[in-house]
T-cell receptor, first 115, second 114 residues
């Protein structure tokens, strides 16, 4: 089944304890992206990647890192989490079509709580 | 930069009633437009999209949306709501050369009364 898989789905951690949220897609998509969802703010883009070894900042990159060493994986790294990073995180991927008519496929989400 | 406004944070409708969720966007040209639905505890599912052509777009689950360039709107409609439609709905806009570079609205939470 074509899908985007995120892990963990739920995580409670403490301030300053490094964590990684993994994201993997099995659709051979070039483009991958991370969003965070907060009440009333919708989804905001954290980082995105156009292809392997190519990453760029989105609208809210502070406090996050990403890497794209393989096409299928795009982990989100919180080096020193803080309570304001408590949120619901979504990974998404798509083909990179020349027409631009790309459609994102989203993962199920990862709910992170930082105490 | 593009932006999206969903004026209604919460909407409650009775089952069987019609529904319209509002979405207004700001973008310099004709954008790509999307509606996504998020059921409780679930990820985002694409309901429908507009890239070009017919301004009335049909989607899944009986939803449709109409692109009105003059009003910069892309409102979502359904003639008869079912209890299973209770969810949060997100409108999103993207540049017309990069449909994956989405900017989302704040969302509208739909509640359905029996």
């Amino acid at each position: 089944e074509a899908q985007v898989t995120q892990n963990p789905r739920y995580l409670i951690t403490v301030t300053g304890k490094k964590l990684t949220v993994t994201c993997s897609q099995n659709m051979n998509h070039e483009y991958m992206s991370w969003y965070r969802q907060d009440p009333g703010l919708g989804l905001r883009q954290i980082y995105y990647s156009m292809n392997v070894e190519v990453t760029d900042k989105g609208d809210v990159p502070e406090g996050y890192k990403v890497s794209r060493k393989e096409k299928r994986n795009f982990p989100l790294i919180l080096e020193s989490p803080s309570p304001n990073q408590t949120s619901l995180y979504f990974c998404a991927s798509s083909l990179k079509q020349k027409t631009g008519a790309n459609v994102l496929t989203f993962g199920a989400g990862s709910r992170l709580t930082v105490l | 930069a593009q932006s999206v406004t969903q004026p209604d944070i919460h909407i409650t409708v009775s089952e069987g009633a019609s529904l319209e969720l509002r979405c207004n966007y700001s973008y310099g040209a004709t954008p790509y437009l999307f509606w996504y639905v998020q059921s409780p505890g679930q990820g985002l599912q694409l309901l429908l999209k507009y890239f070009s052509g017919d301004t009335l777009v049909q989607g899944i689950k009986g939803f449709e949306a109409e692109f009105k360039r003059s009003q910069s709107s892309f409102n979502l409609r359904k003639p008869s709501v079912h209890w299973s439609d209770a969810a949060e709905y997100f409108c999103a806009v993207a540049p017309n050369n990069a449909g994956n570079m989405l900017t989302f609205g704040g969302g509208t939470r739909l509640m359905v009364k029996p």
